[in-house]
């Protein structure tokens, strides 16, 4: 009688208790037709809504071309797939900058209650780290890591996290990573420990977002939406794992958040260095805080640097010329690479390195321009132009050639949900209230 009910049991556990990844293909399918059920304004289908959506869900065939290809040896497919990101990429800065020069626009709430986002915003969450701790114990004895040359700009403490397999693909650089290569370092941080910020890294995109709808766009449903939307993009449980892919959206959507805390927002935005791209923003969020709050916010930023530099002393393995080298890479202070095969993604399928030389000076150029452009910046500028920059970096990007979209999904949500924003602006105080 003992053996049957523990068999009984065994039975029941598996029928009802045994959980495994849904296939990338159906989860597309999935996510497609639920974020249509939710989001897609069907009585004004000619809606800029209903075109992001069409468009973000254009993302995902991309990257699993990629990934199919990576995983198959097909590089034509993989190259494709790179190509496809890459136009995707330059559509969605053109939607960034058509932004800017919107003035009307209409409320277009989600299609459900707030009570059956917020189901779904916790159902979505818990499904996301279902995934992650899964792929965490699955491959708990073997963690794959990415290799990036010292030649690169980046930020070691970052790099020794390791990534914690989600789906089917886990690193599309591991293959170029092998024992004793330059740029691979020996210290290695517990995969639990990557777990546990990832999620967290994870958790504060979504409550970021949400209190972003809540507070400054002054509608809950909103930010439920951005929210719901955010965690039903494939790509968000695809490169879930990633760290470096989440990390840097979650401050800067609490960047966004304090934006009317200028040393706050400071501080975050400086964190987001850790990857390096972001330091471009510094033009864009100083002509945006230039009539009121530039003193505090430059004090933020230089506290937050400040702690990525103590960082990296803290961490000092070698001589002061190491500590040097990580310094360099920390703030880009490199020559361009120009060995093909330091480069992964797109640049590393044929294409001449020095052709990355026009497109780091046209992104350069597009920096300093948004310092002077919108004259006038809100907060539904700040947060468009942020996404374009953040977008175009992947063109020249050596390391990622397109992947890095966690950068800017959060904006981008933001940026698709927002309200008119005209009035969210910081004024000096001789010509009127600030916000």
């Keep these: 009688m003992m053996f049957e009910n523990q068999q009984l049991y065994e039975q029941f556990n598996e029928i009802f208790f045994s959980y495994e990844h849904v296939g990338s293909t159906t989860w597309l399918y999935l996510t497609t037709l639920l974020s249509i059920a939710v989001f897609f304004k069907f009585g004004r289908l000619f809606s800029m809504r209903n075109l992001d959506i069409i468009l973000l869900t254009l993302f995902s065939p991309c990257f699993m071309l990629v990934s199919y290809g990576e995983m198959n040896g097909f590089p034509e497919t993989e190259r494709l797939g790179y190509v496809t990101l890459w136009v995707m990429g330059g559509i969605f800065i053109l939607r960034m900058f058509y932004d800017c020069t919107m003035i009307r626009r209409p409320l277009l709430e989600p299609n459900l209650s707030a009570g059956g ?6 159902s979505l969450f818990v499904l996301l780290v279902s995934n992650v701790s899964v792929g965490y114990i699955q491959n708990e004895t073997e963690v794959p890591r990415d290799a990036k040359s010292l030649s690169m700009p980046g930020y070691r403490i970052l790099e020794d996290l390791p990534p914690v397999p989600v789906a089917f693909w886990e690193s599309p650089f591991e293959l170029h990573q092998q024992a004793g290569e330059p740029g691979v370092y020996p210290f290695e941080m517990s995969q639990a420990l990557s777990l546990g910020l990832v999620i967290a890294a994870q958790f504060f995109v979504v409550m970021g977002l949400i209190l972003v709808g809540s507070i400054h766009f002054e509608n809950v449903r909103m930010g439920l939406g951005a929210a719901v939307f955010y965690l039903l993009i494939p790509y968000t449980g695809e490169m879930g794992g990633h760290i470096d892919h989440v990390l840097p959206g979650a401050l800067l959507v609490w960047a966004i958040l304090f934006y009317r805390k200028p040393f706050i927002a400071g501080v975050l935005l400086s964190l987001s260095f850790c990857i390096y791209y972001p330091l471009f923003l510094i033009p864009l969020w100083v002509s945006f805080y230039w009539q009121r709050g530039v003193v505090k916010f430059g004090t933020g930023v230089a506290l937050g640097w400040a702690l990525l530099v103590l960082g990296l002393v803290l961490t000092q393995r070698e001589d002061v010329g190491d500590l040097i080298n ?20 797109l640049w590393e399928f044929g294409w001449a390195p020095v052709y ?16 002077m452009w919108p004259a006038q910046k809100n907060l539904g500028s700040l947060i468009s132009c942020t996404a374009a920059l953040l977008l175009a970096t992947r063109f020249w990007n050596g390391e990622g050639g397109g992947l890095y979209l966690g950068w800017s999904l959060p904006l981008i949500v933001l940026i698709m949900f927002r309200p008119n924003l005209e009035d969210r602006v910081m004024l000096s105080r001789e010509t009127g209230n600030s916000t």
């Design 326 to 345: 990580q310094l360099k890479r920390m703030h880009g202070f490199l020559m361009p690479q120009m060995d093909p095969r330091a480069f992964q993604g």
């Design 117 to 122: 986002l917020s189901f779904l915003v916790f």
């Design 356 to 371: 990355r030389i026009p497109l780091i000076t046209a992104f350069i150029m597009m920096s300093i321009t948004y310092a």
